[in-house]
C-alpha cells in the first residue's frame, strides 16, 4: 500500500495538472454543448467510414469465402453507418446518444465498484462520487431519450470531463499532501 502512495505522490503534479486539463476542456464542451455533440458525430461517423472501407478492401485477405463475405457485409456496414452520421449529423446524434447512456451506465457502475475497493483516504469517495453522477446521468438521459439527444452529447461529454477533471484534481492534491508527509517523515 505504501509503494501506490509513494508512486502516486511522485506523479501527483501530472494528476494535478490532467484534472485542470479536463476541468477547462469539460468547461469549453459545457459552453458549446450541440457544437460539441455534432463534432462527436462528424467524427464518429468519420472513423466508422475510413474502417468499414478498410474492411472492404481488406475482405479479400480472409481465410475462407465465408469470412471474406462477413467481412465484406460489416465493412458495407460501416461504410452506409459512417456516411450516414457524416450526411445526417442530427439523426447520427441520436443514436449515439443511445450509446452514451449505456457507455455512462457501465462506466457509472464500474466505477462503483472500483471505488469500493479504494480506500477514501486515496480519493476512493471522490471515485464513488463521480460513478453515482455518472450513472445517475445516463439514467436521466435514458429517460429523456430521444427528445434530449441534441445538446445532450456534448453537455454529458462536458460534465464527465469535469467530473473526471475533478476527481483527478483531488487525487493529485491528496497524493500531494501525502508526498509532503513522507518528505518530512524522512
Not at 464500474?110 to 480506500?119: G, H, K, Q, T
Not at 500531494?176 to 524522512?186: D, I, N, P, Q, Y
Request: charged letters at 10%; proline letters at 3%; a positive charge.
Amino acid at each position: 500500500m505504501t509503494n501506490v502512495l509513494e508512486n502516486l505522490s511522485k506523479q501527483a503534479q501530472k494528476i494535478i495538472l490532467l484534472g485542470v486539463g479536463l476541468i477547462a476542456l469539460g468547461i469549453i464542451v459545457l459552453v458549446y454543448p450541440q457544437q460539441s455533440g455534432m463534432t462527436v458525430t462528424v467524427v464518429v461517423g468519420l472513423l466508422l467510414l475510413i474502417g468499414g472501407l478498410l474492411r472492404l478492401a481488406f475482405a479479400w485477405l480472409s481465410a475462407s469465402w465465408g469470412d471474406a463475405f462477413l467481412r465484406f457485409l460489416f465493412g458495407l456496414l460501416a461504410v452506409v453507418v459512417g456516411g450516414y452520421m457524416v450526411a445526417q449529423p442530427s439523426a447520427g446524434l441520436q443514436v449515439l446518444t443511445l450509446v452514451v447512456i449505456i457507455y455512462l451506465i457501465a462506466d457509472g457502475i464500474s466505477e462503483i465498484i472500483f471505488a469500493l475497493r479504494v480506500p477514501p483516504a486515496t480519493g476512493g469517495t471522490l471515485i464513488l462520487l463521480s460513478g453515482a453522477l455518472t450513472l445517475l446521468l445516463g439514467v436521466l438521459l435514458w429517460f429523456g431519450w430521444p427528445w434530449s439527444g441534441e445538446k445532450a452529447i456534448g453537455l454529458l461529454i462536458g460534465l464527465k470531463l469535469l467530473l473526471d477533471g475533478a476527481v483527478l484534481l483531488g487525487i493529485g492534491v491528496t497524493a500531494r499532501g501525502k508526498l509532503k508527509e513522507l518528505g518530512s517523515a524522512g
